[in-house]
């Protein structure tokens, strides 16, 4: 990497490091996830300010260092997301959000588009805290998926092709099933299979809702899909 690198970023965890560092997970634009140090970013006057806590949009200068770590030398604030900090909420949907980027792009491949609907997803959190709903943190995971290029089957059967009696889900098969294929299968009801399909085509600041037997039905399809497909396990969004 030649010369410094210049990037919009947001931060996924800032972890304490040393007597007055941070070790910043950062997830960029065209430099997918990034992990970055920021020196003396712990002290009262340090150049940094605040900026480098987790949820902020920032512009960041990145050097290239010794390690395999770069080197934050500058950064300014895009959006700081302060107000999603006021509910416990929204601060949760915000930080299961940047858990599961950081699950399901790890690496440095850029995914311009992930960046855009995580800046959204928090974006919103700011906004108005109805968006901490778990209908809208279901629809984010959705939409996340369907970025790393796995998509739900809903329009027929994952196994067979059939479009009626299409009554079950299946994370192996990758989709929806019918009756036929059912086996390997938990049963999704019509209002959790309207809910996947309203998620997917509509954008995030309208994510559909539903009462909590449905929101779960939802949950494990998305759970279930990414494990067999992205082999990584979400943390889970509604409480047990
Ligand atoms: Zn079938």
């Known amino acids: 990497m030649p010369g410094p690198l210049k990037t919009e970023a947001i931060v996924l965890r800032s972890i304490r490091y040393g007597e007055a560092d ?13 992990s970055a140090i920021a020196k003396g970013a712990r002290r009262s006057r340090s150049r940094f300010g605040a900026r ?23 950064v300014d604030t895009v959006a700081g997301h302060g107000r999603l900090r006021e509910h416990a909420a929204t ?8 858990d599961a980027v950081s699950r399901l792009f790890e690496t440095a491949d850029p995914h311009p588009e992930v960046f855009r609907l995580l800046a959204n997803e928090l974006g919103l959190l700011h906004t108005d805290a109805a968006h901490g709903r778990p209908g809208n943190g279901l629809a984010f995971r959705l939409k996340l998926l369907l970025a790393a290029g796995i998509v739900p089957q809903l329009a027929a059967c994952a196994v067979c ?3 009626e009696h299409l009554r079950g889900f299946s994370g192996a098969a990758g989709g929806v099933v019918c009756t036929a294929c059912e086996a390997a299968s938990f049963s999704l009801s ?33 759970g279930e899909i990414t494990e067999h497909h992205a082999h990584v396990r979400l943390r889970p969004l509604l409480a047990a």
Do not use: K, N
């Not at 480098?52 to 500058?74: C, K, M, Q, Y």
């Not at 019509?190 to 939802?218: H, K, M, N, T």
């Open 190 to 222: 019509e209002e959790a299979y309207r809910f996947l399909v309203a998620a997917l085509g509509s954008p995030l600041s309208e994510a559909p809702d539903g009462p909590e037997l449905i929101l779960r039905q939802v949950e494990r399809a998305i």
């Open 22 to 34: 941070r070790i910043l997970h950062l997830y960029t634009p065209d430099y997918g996830r990034l």
């Open 91 to 98: 601060l949760d949907a915000a930080a299961r959000a940047c």
């Open 161 to 163: 092709g059939e479009t």
């Open 52 to 74: 480098l806590e987790p949820f902020f949009h920032v512009r960041a200068v990145l050097h290239e260092g010794r390690s395999d770590l770069l080197t934050v030398t500058g």
